[in-house]
């Protein structure tokens, strides 16, 4: 299994790390969007097994003493997220390279398991009154939400000399070209666009 390479993109939550990696994903069929595992509730517009495989607190407990799990946090109080090793030999098992968009405890975790095998890559905002701002912007989060995410967001900057590269996202265009051209260079492919 450490033979397979892999990518790991973490940031704060509104940083654009969803944009980056969609980006990344359309230009090179190779990578696949590796589904973690979560307990919280479907939002409108996500479908299970696209966007998380959801499933039950009881459930992922379960799968915490299977050792069913690459890596597991318990994100936010109660809700749980983690990458299962059946979904990183699923895209394995089709010849590709997964691209998890974990935790920065979770992708921590999973380079010291497997070491010089993954690429860490952290999304930073410019910085924490832009990443406010973004928050506010989206208007999906209450007061108390955006300010918890903040805090996480503060917490999670504090890791970010553990990763192999920090790209700052002031400009979003030129932050997918960075994260591109990082990935590039740890898969040893060229400027030709790789497909499946």
Do not use: C, P, Y
């Given at each position: 299994m450490a033979t397979h390479k892999f990518i790991i993109i973490t940031a704060p939550s509104g940083t654009g790390k969803t944009t980056i990696t969609k980006y990344l994903l359309q230009k090179y069929p190779k990578l696949t969007f590796s589904v973690s595992a979560a307990t919280r509730q479907l939002r409108k517009g996500e479908t299970d097994g696209i966007d998380y495989y959801f499933i039950s607190t009881e459930t992922f407990k379960q799968k915490?003493?299977?050792?069913?799990?690459?890596?597991w946090e318990m994100v936010y109080e109660g809700k749980y997220y983690g990458t299962l090793k059946s979904e990183l030999g699923r895209i394995w098992g089709e010849e590709k390279i997964p691209m998890l968009d974990i935790d920065v405890q979770g992708a921590i975790h999973v380079e010291q398991k497997y070491p010089g095998t993954c690429l860490l890559i952290f999304i930073k905002p410019p910085s924490i009154e832009e990443l406010k701002r973004r928050l506010e912007a989206r208007n999906t989060d209450d007061l108390e939400s955006i300010n918890t995410?903040?805090?996480?967001?503060?917490y999670e900057l504090s890791f970010a000399e553990h990763f192999n590269k920090i790209i700052v996202n002031d400009d979003l265009e030129k932050a997918c070209r960075e994260t591109e051209d990082v990935i590039k260079e740890f898969l040893g492919w060229s400027d030709v666009v790789h497909g499946s």
């Open positions: 915490i003493a299977e050792d069913a799990f690459v890596e995410r903040l805090k996480k967001a503060e």
